[in-house]
């Protein structure tokens, strides 16, 4: 089995038109699935507990007699922790710390302005969603990392309340992924997946609370119903194939490149690794590493579409040229496999996370470093940022004028809504004004 990934030059003259084509990614289902959700989400939210009893039958195959059945409870969740392996125990619960300690220093006060003599009072009040929907794949998919990662920092921002759905098909559910659960203080699990999740998450049921957000990864399915149910709840992203950009400037083992590339391109055919590099010879070495490891790894086959349809080796002319094509393609992954990255920092513009130095391989990152793995993709880390605490909080300003600080702003206020034709937002200030 062999590999050949997309070459590019920066010189090239299409290099540019050449970029955005291979990097390009449409993450909108078409209308007939998009049809699909819709009538998924109308049945839950107008028949509820029957739909999702009707549709986890249909769907999953998970032949329950009572939507009461789809409920775990704690004592489930830390029963699942306690039948694991000692080494797994201490690999989730090392992974748990060090995700909470990072995600702590994430946390956000409430603030007042320094108190001034006009009698006027401005601040901010910081608080937490009430209540947050957890979507976890479920299936053949085993992510433990992803329920300690969505769920940690809504925790962290004190969401009093964690809701996870994780479908059971033919009954069957991961004990890690419960594991996980239970480490990161999960409140309530629903064994229940796809739209019709989404949707219950969404719009409540019987049995599954509304919820204030949605966040977590999931299928085509599960992203359609998301993007359909924003407005009535908040969701975290809409989420594109994986990808990463490896820079190195040797000397490097090109076995450790090769490796960091296929670590994306195993999560699934659509995945896109690139690498960036000014050296072409060592580039060579790079791409024999690629053909020579491939038929060692499990999911070679996976890996082997994704390398040919979606890896993009790219020459630069030197370091600054590089700079400007992690720039372009705004990363989700940044590997700088350099002698000096900090150096490099302060022109990074975009990417969701950066993996700094020749010993910080991005899988370390995906587990247990600490930062949030869950990332902007498809050049959204251009206005978006990594998972955090600050997607579960909310912000409410504060302003207090006493009767001589109400005078104080008032004619400014009447004068611009007035020239706004608004006359009524005028006399209200003017009333205080003139008390």
């Keep these: 089995m062999q590999v050949k990934p997309i070459s590019l030059k920066t010189t090239d003259a299409d290099f540019e038109a050449r970029l955005t084509e ?24 107008s028949e509820g507990d029957e739909a999702l009893l009707r549709l ?9 007699d009572s939507a009461s059945d789809l409920v775990l409870d704690a004592p489930a969740l830390e029963d699942a922790f306690r039948e694991l392996s000692d080494s797994l125990k201490i690999a989730l619960s090392t992974a748990r710390d060090r995700i ?19 009698g006027i009072l401005l601040g901010q009040e910081v608080r937490p969603m009430s209540r947050v929907g957890l979507y976890v794949p479920g299936g053949k998919a085993i992510y433990p990392s992803s329920v300690l990662m969505n769920a940690i920092p809504a925790k962290v921002a004190g969401v009093p309340l964690i809701q996870m759905v994780v479908p059971a098909p033919k009954g069957e559910l991961n004990p890690i992924v419960l594991a996980a659960a239970h480490l990161a203080k999960v409140d309530r699990v629903v064994t229940i997946g796809g739209a019709q999740a989404v949707a219950a998450l969404a719009y409540g049921t019987d049995t599954v609370l509304p919820v204030d957000k949605i966040v977590g990864p999931g299928n085509s399915w599960v992203a359609t119903a998301k993007r359909q149910v924003f407005g009535k709840v908040g969701i975290d ?20 490149v ?36 491939l038929p060692t790894l499990e999911r070679a086959s996976i890996i082997a579409k994704s390398i040919n349809n979606r890896c993009i080796f790219i020459e630069a002319l030197n370091r600054a040229d590089a700079i400007a094509v992690v720039n372009r393609v705004a990363p989700e992954h940044l590997e700088l496999c350099v002698d000096d990255p900090e150096t490099m920092l302060s022109a990074i513009q975009n990417a969701g996370a950066i993996f700094m130095g020749r010993f910080t391989p991005e899988s370390l990152g995906d587990y247990c470093a600490g930062p949030n793995h869950v990332l902007p993709t498809s050049g959204t880390a251009r206005f978006a940022s990594p998972l955090g605490v600050y997607d579960f909080i909310k912000r409410s300003s504060v302003i207090y004028c006493s009767n001589e600080g109400s005078k104080t702003i008032a004619d400014v206020a009447s004068t611009l809504a007035r020239s706004e034709g608004l006359t009524a937002h005028a006399r209200s200030a003017e009333y205080r004004r003139d008390a």
């Design 22 to 45: 291979l990097t390009a990614w449409e993450s909108v289902s078409d209308i007939s699935r998009q049809t699909r959700v819709a009538e998924i989400i109308e049945a839950v939210r």
């Design 56 to 64: 986890t039958r249909e769907l999953d195959e998970n032949y329950v």
């Design 100 to 118: 909470w300690a990072f995600h702590e220093a994430q946390k956000e006060a409430s603030w007042r302005l320094p108190e001034k003599d006009d």
């Design 237 to 256: 992203m809409i989420a594109g194939p994986s990808e990463i950009l490896v820079y190195v400037e040797p000397p490097m083992d090109p076995d450790w």
């Design 258 to 293: 090769a490796m960091d590339l296929f670590s994306q391109a195993e999560h699934d055919e659509d995945a896109q690794p690139i690498f960036v590099y000014c050296d072409q010879s060592f580039a060579d070495r790079v791409h024999e590493s690629m053909n020579r490891l």
